[in-house]
């Protein structure tokens, strides 16, 4: 039956008829629809703006305008917008099986779990959906092995405590926001999880003030993307991992927007030559769809029993079988060489303009290594107007931090597009935007 014409007036966020065919409110729907979790006159950017499609690193708006986008959509769209071999993947998928539960068998996930483990210092891996759901299991997996571990001590003596980093980022549910060092995002939900304390990133001595043997798991971002993307130290991971072998303490590498090919290695702990015993993955795994993994050692998952924890989507094989097809295609030497090649070519036209405009620009940071596409451009003045100069220039980009510009484009970007980044941060500086 068809609903009534009225119904569809106001589902259409129309005043007149439907055959009046009034562009597309979205402030007005997200007003009356939406949860208030984002501000639609901040982070939205301008009015009216609703994107349609996308190709590579660009995207385009109902009126077919071109942005160019270099973050991502947070650190997620690795392979960019309407890749080819991604959209036959998940048609072709799609015509077969979406989901089963984990009560039954299906290979794409059983494929994508032993492609993660071959290529990576790991030996089992768990499945969920999201960043956040990530690093909750891996607090919890980490716990679970601590249990083991202090079987028979007091209980006042178990292993339960954490140790995270200030300024770093690892989720909004319960134990992954108490992880989570920003004060702002978890005042409204105290009490929290106890017992979990927080380091100066790249300050060891800070670290061994924190832990003891009563310390279950340290969870560090090799890259801390929302904190202003920071690197570790090469000593200081290398340090972290031997503390956390003095106290049998699990050491937890969130890698959910630092990995997956954004430092220029598959993995961003393999910048640093260490095994982490837990690895966290998601934004750009599945391109696009929900997924996130949580990777562990056969020490860590020797501890895990059925029923300790689980997930009704996590692993579904639409989504696996999708998420394969992009690993395969970050993993490849080749595009990983090219990765870091248009990394170094990003920073290095960053710090020229550092150099030219000294008094704009504070800081240029990328990973370690040999070059990454995940880069900072630190102002010296709040960068909302720089932000809002882009995109009147139709180029997309976020901040991470009040003066600190987060960089971090599709995997495919080119140096074309970097150089138009470049030109209109430089238009910017000289008419004194910031």
Wanted: with cysteine; hydrophobic share 40%.
């Amino acid at each position: 039956m068809r609903p009534p014409l009225k119904l569809l007036n106001r589902m259409a966020g129309a005043s007149r008829p439907l055959s009046a065919a009034k562009p597309f409110n979205a402030e007005a729907y997200e007003h009356q629809y939406l949860a208030n979790t984002y501000n639609p006159d901040g982070v939205r950017g301008e009015k009216g703006l609703v994107f349609t499609h996308g190709k590579g690193s660009k995207l385009y708006d109902e009126q077919g305008r071109e942005f160019l986008d270099f973050y991502a959509g947070i650190a997620v769209s690795g392979l960019g917008h309407g890749d080819a071999d991604w959209y036959q993947s998940l048609v072709e998928n799609g015509k077969k099986v979406t989901h089963v539960s984990n009560l039954f068998h299906s290979k794409a996930p059983l494929e994508l779990a032993k492609t993660l483990v071959d290529n990576s210092c790991f030996d089992k891996v768990f499945f969920a959906n999201s960043g956040t759901e990530a690093n909750e299991g891996a607090y919890k997996f980490a716990r679970l092995y601590a249990n083991q571990v202090a079987q028979g001590t007091p209980v006042e003596n178990k292993k339960f405590e954490f140790i995270s980093f200030k300024h770093g980022f690892h989720g909004r549910t319960a134990a992954a926001l108490t992880l989570t060092h920003k004060p702002k995002i978890r005042q409204a939900f105290m009490p929290l999880v106890p017992g979990v304390h927080y380091a100066e990133y790249n300050d060891i001595e800070s670290v061994k003030k924190l832990i003891s043997d009563k310390t279950a798991g340290v969870i560090i971002e090799p890259v801390q993307g929302e904190g202003g993307v920071y690197p570790a130290d090469y000593e200081f991971m290398r340090e972290l991992r031997a503390l956390c072998d003095k106290h049998d303490a699990m050491l937890i590498t969130d890698e959910v927007q630092c990995g997956l090919g954004r430092t220029g290695k598959l993995f961003a702990h393999e910048l640093y030559d260490v095994k982490p015993d837990i690895m966290t993955l998601a934004k750009p795994l599945a391109g696009g769809l929900p997924i996130g993994a949580v990777l562990m050692s056969d020490k860590v998952a020797s501890a895990i029993s059925p029923g300790q924890h689980g997930t009704t989507f996590g692993g579904n094989p639409l989504v696996c079988a999708v998420a394969s097809t992009v690993l395969k295609k970050i993993m490849d030497k080749d595009f990983l060489a090219k990765v870091q090649k248009r990394g170094t070519y990003l920073a290095n036209g960053l710090e020229k303009l550092q150099q030219k405009f000294p008094d704009k620009v504070a800081d240029v940071r990328k990973p370690i290594g040999k070059g990454g596409l995940f880069v900072a451009l630190e102002c010296k003045k709040p960068v909302n107007a720089l932000i809002e100069y882009a995109l009147s220039k139709q180029v997309l980009i976020i901040s991470a931090g009040e003066n600190t510009i987060r960089l971090c484009p599709p995997l495919v970007v080119d140096e074309s597009d970097i150089d138009k980044l470049l030109d209109v941060f430089e238009k910017a500086f000289e008419e004194d935007v910031l």
